[in-house]
């Protein structure tokens, strides 16, 4: 498969994905300097005036379990090198990226892990239909015909597989249903929480990227949420330039691809994984330069702010006030008639997954209090509870036993939420 690469990835090519890359990166940053002066006079107008800052989020994150395992226990792993299954130890440290050790001697021994996984913005996928149907649409032209042999053989009826749009792809399977249902739980705690990797605490850096994000693809006329916001910045921002790389290099690599469907998919999987890795390099060095940057800046900038702090207020609030002056009568017309007939709908879409979401969580909890005072009787009375309290109170941390509460509310999705509002 080195072949593949050298073949099409040679040193022109990856000249030319570096230049490129560098050209979205560029034009992104622009916005980023300038929303970073934005988020940094916002964080000291609330400081100064005493407000604090706005909540963005409904519930506060669990603050993580320092050096704690969430799970631990053995997977078998595709291993692609040499197209072959090998039983891994596998564990979720508290900063839940997927850890694999050879096996758990080689844990106990300290050795350095086989793979260290960040699943920010994968997928799992529960079958091989399932996966070699993304395959197939990620690359047209290429799905295979009944009675070839897939892309991908798994040992046992379940599989579970991490996919990404552009990054490698894992593969595991388990020997039983049950272990299935077990490990997809856990992987699925693993993404929910990698998908939200920019610090909370981070009160100008964090608003700064992630309005430049929208503004950026804003002035590509991308509009609305975007599901590949997840991981830390540099993911992000890795995500955000395949967006427009990857189907310049479909085009022109897909018809060059030699071979049965099954390995042209093979191929393209290791080129968007390869071109992947070079973009996430390119984007971590020209981040943390421009960070630097504006970090070293930041004195200046402050002492500006706090100078000129009533003028700049005073502009904006005029300026505010004209742009709400032409607005507001077209946006009220429209929130009138575009908007609020659906209100009632939406609202009763939330609710019921919400409450329901809620019922279960106190249905967890309440068995798991029952549970604890029989334990407690039964063993022995009051040396016991200590132990019991603590596991209760790392119960929102244990995977399995939180499924139930998130299936609850896979419901809360709203799909179709742009087409119900008549808005373009």
Not at 119 to 140: F, H, R, W
Not at 188 to 199: W, Y
Not at 296 to 308: K, V
Not at 346 to 365: C, H, K, N, W, Y
């Amino acid at each position: 498969m080195g072949d593949v690469l050298s073949t099409h990835l040679d040193d022109a090519r990856r000249q030319h994905i570096a230049e490129r890359t560098g050209k979205i990166l560029t034009e992104f940053l622009r916005f980023y300097e300038d929303q970073y002066g934005v988020a940094l006079f916002n964080s000291m107008r609330h400081e100064i005036e005493g407000t604090g800052l706005p909540q963005a989020q409904l519930l506060w994150r669990k603050v993580p379990l320092d050096e704690r395992i969430i799970f631990s226990g053995n997977l078998f792993q595709y291993q692609e090198d040499n197209k072959k299954w090998r039983n891994r130890f596998s564990l979720v440290p508290h900063n839940y990226g997927l850890v694999l050790y050879e096996n758990k001697v080689a844990y106990e021994r300290q050795v350095p892990p086989r793979a260290i996984i960040n699943s920010a913005g994968y997928k799992i996928l529960t079958s091989v239909d399932q996966y070699l149907e993304l395959v197939g649409n990620s690359l047209p032209g290429t799905s295979s015909k009944s009675g070839t042999a897939p892309i991908l053989k798994c040992p046992t009826q379940f599989p579970l597989i991490l996919w990404h749009p552009s990054a490698r792809h894992y593969y595991f399977c388990m020997m039983t249903e049950a272990e299935q249902d077990k490990w997809q739980a856990v992987l699925q705690d693993c993404i929910r929480h990698c998908n939200n990797g920019i610090p909370e605490d981070s009160k100008v850096e964090g608003p700064a990227f992630t309005d430049a994000i929208r503004m950026y693809r804003q002035s590509k006329e991308l509009y609305g949420t975007w599901e590949m916001l997840c991981g830390n910045e540099v993911q992000i921002l890795s995500n955000l330039v395949m967006e427009e790389l990857g189907p310049e290099l479909k085009a022109e690599l897909a018809p060059r691809l030699k071979g049965k469907p099954q390995e042209r998919q093979r191929q393209w999987i290791q080129i968007s994984d390869a071109v992947y890795r070079m973009v996430y390099e390119q984007a971590k060095a020209r981040f943390e330069a421009v960070l630097a940057k504006l970090q070293l800046a930041r004195p200046a900038m402050e002492a500006t702010i706090r100078t000129d702090m009533d003028q700049i207020i005073t502009s904006k609030e005029h300026l505010a006030s004209k742009i709400r002056a032409f607005i507001l009568p077209k946006a009220e017309v429209c929130v009138r008639n575009h908007v609020q007939p659906y209100i009632p709908s939406i609202l009763e879409a939330l609710m019921v997954p919400t409450s329901q979401g809620f019922t279960e969580v106190r249905d967890v909890f309440f068995k798991e209090v029952t549970d604890m005072n029989l334990n407690v009787i039964n063993e022995g009375g009051a040396d016991k509870l200590g132990e019991y309290m603590e596991k209760l109170s790392q119960l929102a941390y244990h995977p399995l036993k939180m499924q139930s509460c998130y299936e609850k509310m896979e419901p809360l999705r709203l799909d179709g939420l742009q087409q119900r509002f008549d808005v373009s």
